[in-house]
């Protein structure tokens, strides 16, 4: 069986499989409603309670205070 495209793309970047946590959850339900789509609100959740840098074109995600590169 051969793995998905995606994670050859990735093969040699530092990148890693983020698991989401209860701590995650709860950071995603005290967020402000800047940004509706429940799925970036996970990445702002995880990057709040991880210390990462949201990677986006995306400047809603400013308004959440995160760090954004793209």
Known sequence: MHPPPVVHRTEGLQTLKLP???????EQQRLPLHHR???????????????LVVVSIDQAFDLYGVPRIW
């Open 37 to 51: 789509d429940p799925f970036d609100q996970l990445l702002v959740a995880q990057a709040k309670t991880n210390g």
């Open 20 to 26: 989401m946590t209860l701590d995650d959850a709860d």
